[in-house]
């Protein structure tokens, strides 16, 4: 599996943009981009994916370099609630891929 | 209604027992996964299942048996425990190839093992 690097932990304020970093260097062409977070005590929570355009949902947007070396997760408005660990993850969108987890960032969100 | 369901939440037993957790789904997903996260909070696949049929086995003990009678369950039967077991073990599923909603996870449980 191709390797992500993320910041170990970042800070944000309430109610302020959070840029969420990933670096993926070693991407491959049939690589998605995907983006889980873990709450305390509870399972990892899919928050996006994408292959090469930007992408938005309800939770947040990803942006995508073009060269797709690297990418940001961007959350619009931080609440207490996104505190959490978000893991950058490389998967191929074949059957009996895996999902396979980085240490990932620890985002904590002042109030 | 809740996805992705284990039972049970905690489980507390001693060394050398041997203990289950279920996991059922109802999502209609066709592929389950086995994930063990440990005390430096790392995750790590250790079984899944596609239409009843393994199709990952990382290099998990012996002692680590998943059993999926249908495509809406998977269960993970330890035998002969060990202190290292200790650890939350989550189930997640997902339609084959990832899909759009990707993985989801269920609530993990919590292995104790003294």
């Known amino acids: 599996d191709a390797k992500t690097t993320q910041p170990n932990s970042m800070e944000s304020n309430e109610e302020e943009p959070v840029h969420l970093p990933c670096n993926h260097s070693?991407?491959?062409?049939?690589?998605?981009i995907h983006w889980y977070r873990q709450l305390p005590s509870q399972g990892p929570e899919y928050v996006i994916h994408?292959?090469?355009s930007n992408v938005n949902n309800r939770m947040a947007s990803l942006a995508i370099a073009e060269d797709r070396k690297s990418s940001t997760l961007i959350l619009h408005r931080a609440t207490l609630r996104d505190a959490a660990v978000y893991y950058c993850?490389?998967?191929?969108?074949?059957?009996?891929?895996?999902?396979?987890f980085g240490e990932g960032t620890q985002l904590t969100v002042n109030p | 209604d809740t996805a992705v369901s284990q039972t049970p939440k905690y489980l507390v037993t001693q060394m050398g027992n041997d203990k289950s957790i279920k996991c059922e789904q109802n999502?209609?997903?066709?592929?389950m996964y086995w994930y063990k996260q440990d005390s430096k909070k790392f995750l790590k696949i250790m079984f899944s299942?596609?239409?009843?049929?393994?199709?990952i086995n990382e290099t998990v003990p012996n002692r680590f048996s998943p059993k999926s009678p249908d495509k809406a369950h998977l269960n993970l039967h330890i035998n002969s425990l060990e202190l290292g077991d200790s650890a939350v073990y989550f189930c997640?599923?997902?339609?084959?190839?990832?899909?759009?909603?990707?993985?989801?996870f269920g609530s993990g449980t919590r292995l104790t093992v003294v």
């Open positions: 997640a599923s997902s339609q084959d190839g990832g899909g759009p909603r990707g993985y989801t």
């Open positions: 070693t991407i491959s062409g049939t690589d998605y």
């Open positions: 994408g292959l090469t």
């Open positions: 993850i490389l998967r191929e969108e074949t059957s009996g891929s895996r999902l396979t």
């Open positions: 999502l209609g997903h066709d592929t």
């Open positions: 299942y596609n239409n009843k049929e393994l199709i």
